[in-house]
């Protein structure tokens, strides 16, 4: 039974590490838009202004690879990784509140998300990092699916 709910702490971590490998990978694709196409126009009812979205670009680009960087080190285990999601997502939904009048229902909807990748990241830990060892060994073990307690059982 511990194996059970072992595995399904590991499933949250997994989906953490996942969701943010593709969050940083859509911040990698806007941040090249951004530094591709770099100069927008925007009327407002008194004004033009020209915006330049180089800095920009750049900002989203390295957070990208920083988000991608630190999903995949929480999918081999890695502690550091842990940690350093935990404020990149707090950082998240801080800024998603910022946006909150610019894009509601976009905003919401990464504040949720950020929600339950914070909530994988901070709940048992200690428990899911041997399970995400021992998985990791017995992947590399030609006995992998034999070997697993789980094998041939419906979640």
């Known amino acids: 039974m511990t194996t059970r709910r072992g595995s399904a702490w590991v499933g949250w971590i997994i989906f953490a590490g ?9 911040n990698v694709c806007q ?28 900002t989203l680009l390295l957070w990208g690879v920083a988000l991608v960087g630190m999903g995949i080190s929480l999918l081999r285990g890695a502690g550091w990784a ?11 939904a801080v800024a998603q509140v910022l946006w909150l009048g610019a894009y509601p229902i976009w905003s919401l909807l990464m504040i949720a ?3 339950l990748v914070l909530f994988a990241l901070c709940a048992r830990w200690g428990e899911v990092r041997s399970d995400l ?3 990791d060994s017995r992947e590399l073990s030609p006995d992998a699916i034999r070997g697993d307690a789980l094998y ?3 979640p």
Do not use: N, Y
């Not at 350093?84 to 998240?92: N, S």
């Open 152 to 154: 041939g059982q419906l």
């Open 18 to 26: 996942i969701m943010m490998t593709v969050i940083g990978l859509i």
């Open 113 to 115: 998300l950020d929600t």
């Open 82 to 92: 842990r940690t350093a999601a935990i404020v990149v997502v707090g950082l998240h």
């Open 31 to 58: 941040g090249c838009v951004a530094l591709f196409d770099d100069e927008r126009v925007v009327a407002t009812a008194d004004k033009l202004v020209v915006v330049d979205l180089t800095s920009w670009g750049w």
């Open 133 to 135: 060892h021992a998985r």
